[in-house]
């Protein structure tokens, strides 16, 4: 518990000089951020309930056997512990729960000791019992693994910051090439386009495909071929990752080839004009509506020709 207490998050300033001197000095880089998700994940064994066999299948497959599941937990654990630095949700940390409440059936009883635990941001005061569920297993498993205390923390949401700054955009174009590894099929050319800069793509199969019934399942087949197509042509190489809980094997890959893996996550649906992450959006922008009342995304949080020039002004005056 000493341990667990101990935990904080590193400043932005940390986050940004760690990820531009692995990049300067070549050295193999990973950032990866653990959400409910990956709470759920690492909680899985063999007697998980069946809503969460159903979340995690969503990741894998609508046949996503017991063996699956635990190897991705394995590669997942394996990432964790040789990653650089751990993106982890804000409200997960300083904070004092029983965790023996998972066991509880009665969701009106865990809903209500979990709301009171946890500092949730204000666009997620009605948070469903599925989702505090996650979340309080994340806490679970990083209160009960003494190996984040030799790891930095920052905030998950870092990539938005990361971007916002400029810094981002600056390490992409002095990269000059870069991987991605994302479903999102338009970014590798709207980066082209915006950053004059060569991109290797690997498109992932689409986990929100399954809304429409066309899941094409992102594990084994997919995440074999594309694990094995990774090639980080020269030391330092950035690699920006947007694939959900298996996305952080391909960021152990990359940093195991001598690449800096950075799993920037939704940041990557902005990009693409996607309005993905509304909880995380509404808590840092005003967001405004069209005249039919439909939320607009940010015109700042896109990948355009217009926005990268003006990060780039941005990035140099603050640096000046």
């Given at each position: 518990?000493?341990?667990?207490?101990?935990?904080?998050?590193v400043p932005y300033s940390d986050f940004e000089f760690a990820v531009n001197e692995a990049f300067e000095s070549k050295q193999p880089f990973s950032f990866i951020r653990l959400g409910d998700g990956e709470g759920a994940l690492l909680d899985f064994d063999e007697q998980c309930s069946l809503e969460d066999m159903e979340y995690l299948s969503?990741?894998?497959?609508?046949?996503?056997?017991?063996?699956?599941?635990?190897?991705?937990?394995?590669?997942?654990?394996?990432?964790?512990?040789?990653?650089?630095?751990?993106?982890?949700?804000?409200?997960?940390?300083?904070?004092?729960?029983?965790?023996?409440?998972?066991?509880?059936?009665?969701?009106?009883?865990?809903?209500?000791?979990?709301?009171?635990?946890?500092?949730?941001?204000?666009?997620?005061?009605?948070?469903?019992?599925?989702?505090?569920?996650?979340?309080?297993k994340l806490y679970k498993a990083i209160k009960n693994n003494n190996a984040y205390s030799r790891q930095k923390l920052c905030t998950?949401?870092?990539?938005?910051?990361?971007?916002?700054?400029?810094?981002?955009?600056?390490?992409?174009?002095?990269?000059?090439?870069?991987?991605?590894i994302t479903a999102r099929v338009n970014i590798p050319d709207k980066l082209r386009k915006a950053l004059n800069i060569n991109v290797i793509e690997h498109i992932t199969p689409d986990k929100t495909a399954r809304q429409i019934g066309t899941l094409i399942p992102h594990y084994p087949v997919h995440f074999n071929r594309i694990k094995s197509e990774i090639n980080v042509k020269y030391?330092?190489?950035?690699?920006?990752?947007?694939?959900?809980?298996?996305?952080?094997?391909?960021?152990?890959?990359?940093?195991?080839?001598?690449?800096?893996?950075?799993?920037?996550?939704?940041?990557?649906?902005?990009?693409?004009?996607?309005?993905?992450?509304?909880?995380?959006?509404?808590?840092?922008?005003?967001?405004?509506?069209?005249?039919?009342?439909?939320?607009?995304?940010?015109?700042?949080?896109?990948?355009t020709i217009e926005n990268a020039k003006r990060l780039r002004e941005l990035f140099r005056k603050t640096r000046c």
């Open positions: 518990m000493t341990v667990y207490n101990s935990l904080v998050q969503e990741h894998v497959g609508k046949k996503a056997t017991i063996k699956q599941l635990s190897t991705l937990k394995n590669n997942l654990e394996k990432a964790i512990d040789n990653t650089n630095i751990v993106g982890i949700r804000d409200d997960v940390l300083g904070v004092s729960f029983d965790e023996g409440l998972l066991k509880q059936n009665d969701e009106q009883i865990f809903l209500a000791a979990f709301k009171q635990a946890f500092t949730l941001r204000a666009t997620e005061l009605n948070i469903c019992y599925s989702d505090a569920r996650r979340i309080a998950q949401w870092i990539p938005f910051d990361y971007f916002l700054s400029g810094a981002l955009t600056n390490l992409l174009e002095r990269a000059g090439e870069i991987g991605v030391p330092g190489m950035p690699y920006l990752v947007a694939a959900g809980l298996i996305g952080k094997s391909y960021c152990a890959e990359i940093q195991r080839q001598g690449g800096i893996a950075l799993d920037i996550g939704a940041l990557i649906d902005c990009w693409d004009g996607l309005y993905s992450r509304p909880k995380v959006i509404e808590s840092k922008f005003d967001v405004k509506k069209s005249l039919m009342g439909k939320k607009k995304l940010p015109e700042e949080l896109k990948m």
